[in-house]
């Protein structure tokens, strides 16, 4: 074979080479577009997807809080510092109302016991 025959066939070879990587570039973006076709379905049929929301919505439950008196922060302290648990004790300073302010200091302390003494018992 001489030179000249090696070199036809050489470009030859490259040419068929270069169409080769031509050809698998081509399938490999269809491939990709194919992909992103898919994926934009999925992400499509998603986003339009029902969402569940409740029928129904239940009235927010608001209770007025008040502010606590002088005789209410008092009579909270005494007692639990006596040892009753203090939710036990908030509950009933705010079960006496206004008495807080207008009763005497020591028999709001004296109901106090009387009242929450049961449940420390037990």
């Given at each position: 074979?001489?030179?000249?025959?090696?070199?036809?066939?050489?470009?030859?070879?490259?040419?068929?080479?270069?169409?080769?990587?031509?050809?698998?570039?081509?399938?490999?973006?269809?491939?990709?577009?194919?992909?992103?076709?898919?994926?934009?379905?999925?992400?499509?049929?998603?986003?339009?997807?029902?969402?569940?929301?409740?029928?129904?919505?239940?009235?927010?439950?608001?209770?007025?809080?008040?502010?606590?008196?002088?005789?209410?922060?008092?009579?909270?302290?005494?007692?639990?510092?006596?040892?009753?648990?203090?939710p036990d004790v908030r509950r009933f300073v705010?079960?006496?109302?206004?008495?807080?302010?207008?009763?005497?200091?020591?028999?709001?302390?004296?109901?106090?016991?009387?009242?929450?003494?049961?449940?420390?018992?037990?």
């Amino acid at each position: 074979m001489t030179a000249k025959a090696a070199n036809a066939r050489l470009y030859i070879a490259t040419i068929g080479l270069v169409a080769a990587v031509l050809s698998l570039l081509g399938a490999l973006v269809l491939l990709a577009s194919s992909a992103a076709a898919w994926l934009a379905a999925r992400v499509q049929a998603h986003a339009e997807a029902p969402v569940a929301r409740p029928a129904h919505r239940a009235p927010a439950r608001l209770a007025a809080v008040r502010r606590p008196t002088d005789g209410a922060v008092r009579l909270t302290v005494a007692l639990t510092g006596l040892g009753f648990h203090a939710p036990d004790v908030r509950r009933f300073v705010g079960s006496l109302g206004d008495r807080v302010d207008s009763a005497p200091l020591e028999t709001l302390i004296k109901d106090g016991l009387r009242v929450l003494a049961p449940a420390v018992a037990s």
